[in-house]
């Protein structure tokens, strides 16, 4: 590693960002809890930048981090290897085309912004992380992000055509097609999506769109027993109703919630269960399902429901559910993220065993939120540091009630450089090791001088 002949030569293109406030800043993520500062960050504005570092990179064998919104909260943006930060945020271009039902874009821009720009056209990008205003798309695609809609349009990887990317050698070449279905080949494109930038940097992207629905309603649904929030998920389900939205937030995010912003939700022992419903007919015949959805929360004991279609209420309820989310951090010094997944008929059992361990662990905060419909939950912890032991144990106890439960240890967060040996477990409790061994084959097969990204994934 030659780091002052490296700097020599990116400076010829690019402006060194060394002063403590950049170091301190791309050290971490949003709410990782690992940091290791970078030698310095880098702020490329098209694919020949990227080119240009990633030739540097690998002459002088130098890691590098790629970044986009940094809001893994995984470790997966930190450089606990050292190395260069690429910040990817100048990339932000996009182009519509409505009649090719897609749009292009650079990775730096957010989701966020992304689906303002398709609003005015009346489309949108369905993937919807809550942290949609940081999540960049290059970050959705390195990660295989979810979100809110997942339970009925699944993550990333159900929207990406063809990305272009560069690969560890300087090589710009692409994967996919602009095309709806393709056959030509392995699919080299869904391995890329998800592998935490390791294996290339993602330099542009092609993503399938979709029509705005004219309507839509929120229903939240308050549960006195936490039973009866699980089983009318369930029942949603089976019921035929296909929700965009399916999500949960238990009585301590509603209390969060209530108590940062001022909110008056009932915090009810069960939690709350969200849904929405939406129509793309004139005639709105939402009814027959709102009403559905209305006797299945009845049916279930629900203590209070409220439906609205303002757009400012909307937010609001969802507002709870994203405090949910950070609520350890917001309560607490440190924070674990969960991010956990099982079949959806195992996700009463998994809410009661998670809310069960309350009080096993009793001085350890636990946060049950997450995209209940789709079987995931965010089973978040916050703990004082001389309950440090306790919270550890407890997450491994939450990520193997995970794998009891034929689930898996990540839904959307990934490994990054904090669960590597949940991940190891999860492939030998599933007589699965082979798959690490190829993982490694895979990752030396792209980048034989392991310049992207070294630690994630364990690799
Ligand atoms: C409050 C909060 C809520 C969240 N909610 C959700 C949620 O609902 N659903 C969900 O799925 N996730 C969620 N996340 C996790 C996170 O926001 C997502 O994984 C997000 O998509 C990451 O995007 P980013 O731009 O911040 O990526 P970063 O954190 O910057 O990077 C993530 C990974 O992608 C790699 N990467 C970034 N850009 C590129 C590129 N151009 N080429 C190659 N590799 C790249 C990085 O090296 C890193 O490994 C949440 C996080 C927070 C803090």
Request: net charge negative.
């Amino acid at each position: 590693m030659d780091i002052q002949h490296a700097i020599e030569e990116l400076k010829k293109n690019f402006k060194i960002y060394d002063d403590k406030n950049s170091l301190i800043i791309h050290s971490t993520g949003s709410i990782d809890r690992i940091r290791a500062e970078p030698y310095f960050v880098l702020y490329p504005e098209n694919t020949m930048d990227i080119q240009k570092i990633v030739g540097t990179a690998e002459k002088y064998k130098i890691p590098l981090i790629i970044r986009g919104g940094g809001s893994s909260p995984t470790g997966a943006v930190v450089p606990s290897n050292g190395g260069i930060v690429v910040n990817m945020k100048r990339m932000n271009n996009v182009a519509v085309s409505i009649e090719n039902g897609y749009v292009i874009c650079e990775p730096g821009i957010t989701l966020k912004e992304l689906n303002e720009i398709l609003k005015k056209y009346n489309f949108f990008f369905p993937p919807d992380p809550s942290s949609v205003s940081v999540a960049t798309v290059g970050g959705a695609i390195a990660e295989n992000s979810g979100g809110m809609r997942c339970a009925r349009y699944g993550t990333v990887k159900d929207w990406v055509l063809k990305i272009e990317a560069v690969l560890p050698d300087g090589e710009i070449t692409y994967f996919g097609e602009e095309t709806y279905k393709n056959r030509a080949g392995y699919n080299i494109l869904d391995l890329i999506i998800g592998s935490e930038g390791t294996l290339c940097v993602v330099t542009r992207a092609w993503l399938k769109i979709m029509p705005l629905p004219r309507k839509v309603v929120r229903i939240a649904a308050f549960f006195k027993n936490i039973d009866d929030a699980a089983l009318s998920v369930l029942n949603i389900r089976e019921s035929g109703i296909n929700p965009l939205v399916l999500e949960y937030a238990d009585k301590s995010g509603i209390e969060t919630a209530n108590k940062i912003r001022n909110f008056n939700y009932p915090a009810a022992e069960g939690g709350l269960v969200i849904t929405d419903i939406d129509s793309y007919s004139d005639e709105c015949n939402m009814s027959d399902s709102l009403k559905n959805v209305y006797k299945i929360f009845e049916d279930n004991n629900a203590v209070y429901i409220t439906d609205t279609d303002s757009e400012m209420e909307i937010n609001n309820i969802m507002e709870v559910r994203r405090i949910a989310f950070t609520s350890p951090g917001i309560l607490y010094k440190n924070f674990i993220d969960g991010d956990i997944v099982v079949p959806l008929s195992n996700i009463k059992e998994l809410l009661i065993r998670l809310n069960n361990l309350r009080k096993k662990y009793k001085n350890v905060f636990l946060s049950i939120c997450g995209h209940v419909g789709d079987g995931n939950l965010h089973p978040q912890i916050g703990y004082d540091e001389k309950y440090k032991d306790s919270a550890f144990k407890e997450v491994l106890e939450i990520n193997r009630i995970a794998i009891d439960l034929n689930g898996t240890i990540s839904g959307e967060h990934g490994i990054g450089k904090i669960k590597t040996e949940l991940l190891l477990e999860q492939f030998h409790r599933r007589n699965m090791d082979i798959n690490y061994e190829l993982m490694k084959s895979i990752k030396k097969l792209f980048d034989p001088d392991d310049i992207l990204n070294p630690g994630n994934f364990g690799l």
